[in-house]
């Protein structure tokens, strides 16, 4: 028979080996939809304000459960053109793209 102390640490020394199996499998999960709202957002952005996706770059970036957040800014030579808010859809993949600088205009993917 064993006792209740090595019972209790069987199970904590069990749970604990599957929750750190769990997190990275989350963790990857949530950075491969972190990249695709970013691949999302700074495409639907760069179409709005008709510039070239290498000049979209991300500033803020904010993970809230089904949706991400993104404020993106369009610069070119050097100086800001635009700035534009995304919220990227985890589970349909769309986009809404919100362009607050130059003009405000809203489009939906």
């Not at 800014?73 to 100086?79: H, I, L, Q, S, T």
Request: glycine share 2%.
């Amino acid at each position: 028979m064993t006792s209740p102390q090595s019972r209790f640490a069987v199970l904590v020394a069990a749970s604990a080996m599957l929750a750190s199996a769990a997190t990275p499998a989350f963790a990857a999960s949530d950075t491969e939809a972190r990249r695709a709202a970013i691949a999302a957002c700074k495409t639907a952005v760069a179409s709005q304000l008709s510039a070239e996706v290498a000049d979209v770059n991300l500033d803020r970036i904010q993970t809230r459960g089904r949706t991400i957040e993104l404020r993106l800014e369009v610069r070119k030579d050097g100086a800001r053109v635009g700035l534009a808010e995304c919220t990227y859809s985890r589970r349909d993949e769309k986009t809404d793209v919100v362009v607050i600088e130059p003009a405000t205009k809203t489009a939906s993917n």
